[in-house]
Nanobody, 121 residues
Framework: QVQLVESGGGLVQPGGSLRLSCAAS????????MGWYRQAPGDQRELVAS???????YVVDFVKGRFTISRDNSKNTVYLQMNSLNSEDTAIYFC???????????????WGQGTQVTVSS
């Protein structure tokens, strides 16, 4: 069994910063791609950023220059540093990971439970 646990969300003023963390635990052989999605009320879940095991990153245009994704493979953890936050960034942020838990089976996609980020004065 694999679990992803997010932390770091909360209430922040416009222009502020937050750092989200997502740690994977359980039976893990290796982790491939990791990343973050977000979902605002009434909207579909949308990709924010992703990172490969080799640290190749992708950040969507609407957060480029403000958000940075990174990971620590020794801790099975992915991070999302969010700067210059505005009200449009308010959403639930979900992390995901492609986890290989057996040498005999393909990797599976796992999701965290989500962490609320609210940007408001």
């Amino acid at each position: 069994q694999v679990q992803l646990v997010e932390s770091g969300g909360g209430l922040v003023q416009p222009g502020g910063s937050l750092r989200l963390s997502c740690a994977a635990s359980g039976t893990i052989v290796s982790i491939g791609n990791m990343g973050w999605y977000r979902q605002a009320p009434g909207d579909q879940r949308e990709l924010v950023a992703s990172i490969t095991r080799g640290d190749v990153t992708y950040v969507v245009d609407f957060v480029k220059g403000r958000f940075t994704i990174s990971r620590d493979n020794s801790k099975n953890t992915v991070y999302l540093q969010m700067n210059s936050l505005n009200s449009e960034d308010t959403a639930i942020y979900f992390c995901y990971a492609d986890v290989k838990f057996s040498n005999y089976l393909p990797a599976r996609n796992y999701w965290g439970q989500g962490t609320q980020v609210t940007v408001s004065s």
